[in-house]
């Protein structure tokens, strides 16, 4: 039987200040819509599972490792496993990002 889900009725999770997910997961994968407002404060941090982030909207610049990424709408980074990494708004507009976690991420899980 299919999971079928539409983000824009999904819950919101606040994550920490400023930042709100919504989680949708099978079994080997989590896809997360995160919304963060331009005065959310960067978190770096790591996690053993490989991401992708997709930029749906806003202008970031993006943290991986030693690196600084300016990105924006239609952009993708890969994460490995274990990479330090984080991102910080420019601009008065929210970025809406879509990540993509393998494995799931359980602890994102409600």
Do not use: W
């Amino acid at each position: 039987m299919a999971k079928v889900a539409n983000f824009d009725r999904i819950r919101r999770i606040i994550a920490r200040e400023g930042v709100d997910r919504r989680v949708f997961s099978g079994e080997n994968s989590t896809v997360v819509m995160n919304e963060i407002q331009a005065s959310a404060c960067p978190a770096i941090h790591s996690h053993p599972h490989e991401q992708i982030t997709y930029i749906l909207q806003g202008e970031c610049e993006f943290y991986l490792g030693d690196e600084t990424i300016r990105m924006s709408k239609g952009d993708v980074v890969l994460v490995p496993s274990n990479a330090k990494h984080g991102l910080r708004p420019l601009g008065d507009t929210p970025i809406l990002n879509l990540d993509v976690f393998s494995p799931i991420r359980e602890d994102y899980l409600v």
